[in-house]
Structure formats: structure tokens, C-alpha cells
């Protein structure tokens, strides 16, 4: 059973069964394999794809311009995702949508991710090298001392590291969706996606654990599997957030179904 809850700025956001992590990849491959839906979404994520290498290798911005991009375009495939959840082919067109009225927040949100994605990687250098420094100056136990204790540093920065990570990866999943679908401002958008993410954390390891398994799945035809699994992570994303956050239309059809569409 789910239930609907709120959060302290009013935002509704649903609990759900940890097997709904299964739901949402399931209907997922659905929609993807659904008359008129496969070869869309395969050529706006090779695009997709295109695009954020390309900004990526721009000199000295390239990876704060692939954020900003990265956030606009998977806005648009939100869209496509509500479309082909409603049973409708979307237009390759989709794909640019987030450049419309929601491009500011959307940049806004994909940047703010990046900043707290940046000054978590630069903590994790700075302790890193602090850490190296200290096993160094405490090296009078020999190399074996040494060797113990920077395994010791490097792992534990590398645990907390990912630890930071994490928050961070929940607040970005549901967001662009918020900005785009329901023209939430981003900071909003950012909190609400954290909070009916960290509300739902068994589905959600569910969800990442069978991502794992479906992402090596993917990898082994030389990476070509990621051409087809990519748009079931979109479109599974959306499934989440309607079941999570609520939209336009049903996320699951059938008994597991989840919150219902008037949830806005």
C-alpha cells in the first residue's frame, strides 16, 4: 500500500513498497517497446549522448556547460516520457523542449548540482592530500606502516566522498521533471526530489540495485546496450516521479499502480 505525505513547504510526495523499484523498470521496457516508441527515443538519446561529449571537451566551461545541457535536455525527455506513458509517440522535437520558457530553472538547477557536485570532489581532494600528507609525517612505522595507513585514508575519504554523493544524485533525479512538467524553481524542485527520494529509500535500492545489474548488462555488446537502456532509465525515472510526486497522468498501469494523477 502507498500512502501520500507532505513535506515542510507543502509539497506532496508519496511512500511506497521497496518492490516498486521493480514496477518502475519493468513498465519501463514497456514503454519503450510499445508501437512507434523505440526508434524515437533511440535517436534522441544518441543525440542526447552527442551533446553532452561535444560540451563536455569545451575549454575551460565544458563541464559546467555539459550540467547546464544535460538538465535542459533531460527536461525535454520528460516530456517524451509523459507522452509515451500515455500511450503517445513523442516527437524527436522533444528533446530541445527544456529550451523553451523552463531553460532558466532548469540551467539554474543543472548548475547548482554541478556546484555541489564540484565542492564535494574538491573536499575529497583536499582531505585526500591532507590525509597523504599526515601518513607521511607518521611514517616512522616503516613502509608496511605506510602502505596500511594511506589504504586506510584513501578509503575512508572515498566513503564519505560517496556518502556526499548520494544526497546530492537525489535531489538532481526528480528535478528536472519538477522544473519542466510543473514549473517548480529549482531550489524547490531540488528539495522536493530529495525528500520523496530519501522517503522511499527501499524502492530506491531496489531501483539501484537492478540498475547495476542492467548497466553491466548493457556494457557487455561494447557499451552498444546503453542505446536502448538509456531511454528505460528516462522513462522508468518519470514512472518514479509520478508515483513519488505525482503528474498528469498514471505512473503503473494496473494493481500496482501508484499515487493518483491528481496529486499536483
Given at each position: 500500500?502507498?500512502?501520500?505525505?507532505?513535506?515542510?513547504?507543502?509539497?506532496a510526495?508519496?511512500?511506497?513498497?521497496?518492490?516498486?523499484?521493480?514496477?518502475?523498470w519493468?513498465?519501463?521496457?514497456?514503454?519503450?517497446?510499445?508501437?512507434?516508441?523505440?526508434?524515437?527515443?533511440?535517436?534522441?538519446?544518441?543525440?542526447?549522448?552527442?551533446?553532452?561529449?561535444?560540451?563536455?571537451?569545451?575549454?575551460?566551461?565544458?563541464?559546467?556547460?555539459?550540467a547546464?545541457?544535460?538538465f535542459?535536455?533531460?527536461?525535454?525527455?520528460?516530456?517524451?516520457?509523459?507522452?509515451?506513458?500515455?500511450?503517445?509517440?513523442?516527437?524527436?522535437?522533444?528533446?530541445?523542449?527544456?529550451?523553451?520558457?523552463?531553460?532558466?530553472?532548469?540551467?539554474?538547477?543543472?548548475?547548482?548540482?554541478?556546484?555541489?557536485?564540484?565542492?564535494?570532489?574538491?573536499?575529497?581532494?583536499?582531505?585526500?592530500?591532507?590525509?597523504?600528507?599526515?601518513?607521511?609525517?607518521?611514517?616512522?612505522?616503516?613502509?608496511?606502516?605506510?602502505?596500511?595507513?594511506?589504504?586506510?585514508?584513501?578509503?575512508?575519504?572515498?566513503?564519505?566522498?560517496?556518502?556526499l554523493?548520494?544526497?546530492?544524485?537525489?535531489?538532481?533525479?526528480?528535478?528536472?521533471?519538477?522544473?519542466?512538467?510543473?514549473?517548480?524553481?529549482?531550489?524547490?524542485?531540488?528539495?522536493?526530489?530529495?525528500?520523496?527520494s530519501?522517503?522511499?529509500?527501499?524502492a530506491?535500492?531496489?531501483?539501484?540495485?537492478?540498475?547495476?545489474?542492467?548497466?553491466?548488462v548493457?556494457?557487455?555488446?561494447?557499451?552498444?546496450?546503453?542505446?536502448?537502456?538509456?531511454?528505460?532509465?528516462?522513462?522508468?525515472?518519470?514512472?518514479?516521479?509520478?508515483?513519488?510526486?505525482?503528474?498528469?497522468?498514471?505512473?503503473?498501469?494496473?494493481p500496482?499502480?501508484?499515487?493518483?494523477?491528481?496529486?499536483?
Amino acid at each position: 500500500m502507498s500512502s501520500t505525505v507532505q513535506d515542510s513547504t507543502g509539497m506532496a510526495y508519496g511512500r511506497v513498497p521497496a518492490g516498486r523499484g521493480v514496477d518502475w523498470w519493468t513498465q519501463g521496457f514497456r514503454n519503450l517497446f510499445a508501437p512507434g516508441m523505440a526508434g524515437v527515443w533511440i535517436g534522441m538519446v544518441v543525440v542526447f549522448i552527442v551533446i553532452a561529449i561535444v560540451a563536455q571537451v569545451v575549454p575551460l566551461v565544458g563541464s559546467l556547460a555539459g550540467a547546464a545541457l544535460s538538465f535542459v535536455m533531460t527536461g525535454g525527455l520528460m516530456l517524451a516520457a509523459r507522452k509515451s506513458t500515455a500511450g503517445t509517440a513523442p516527437d524527436f522535437q522533444d528533446l530541445f523542449a527544456g529550451f523553451g520558457p523552463r531553460l532558466g530553472p532548469l540551467v539554474i538547477a543543472g548548475l547548482l548540482v554541478w556546484v555541489a557536485s564540484f565542492v564535494v570532489g574538491l573536499l575529497m581532494v583536499l582531505f585526500g592530500v591532507g590525509g597523504l600528507m599526515g601518513s607521511f609525517g607518521s611514517a616512522m612505522g616503516g613502509m608496511r606502516g605506510l602502505s596500511m595507513s594511506l589504504g586506510v585514508g584513501a578509503l575512508a575519504v572515498l566513503l564519505v566522498g560517496l556518502l556526499l554523493f548520494i544526497p546530492i544524485s537525489l535531489a538532481a533525479w526528480f528535478a528536472p521533471a519538477l522544473v519542466m512538467l510543473r514549473g517548480i524553481p529549482p531550489v524547490e524542485a531540488l528539495k522536493a526530489s530529495l525528500a520523496a527520494s530519501w522517503a522511499n529509500l527501499g524502492a530506491l535500492t531496489v531501483y539501484g540495485l537492478l540498475f547495476i545489474v542492467f548497466s553491466i548488462v548493457a556494457s557487455i555488446p561494447f557499451g552498444l546496450g546503453w542505446i536502448v537502456f538509456l531511454p528505460v532509465c528516462f522513462l522508468s525515472t518519470y514512472l518514479a516521479y509520478v508515483d513519488l510526486l505525482g503528474d498528469a497522468v498514471p505512473a503503473v498501469a494496473g494493481p500496482s499502480a501508484g499515487i493518483s494523477a491528481n496529486m499536483s
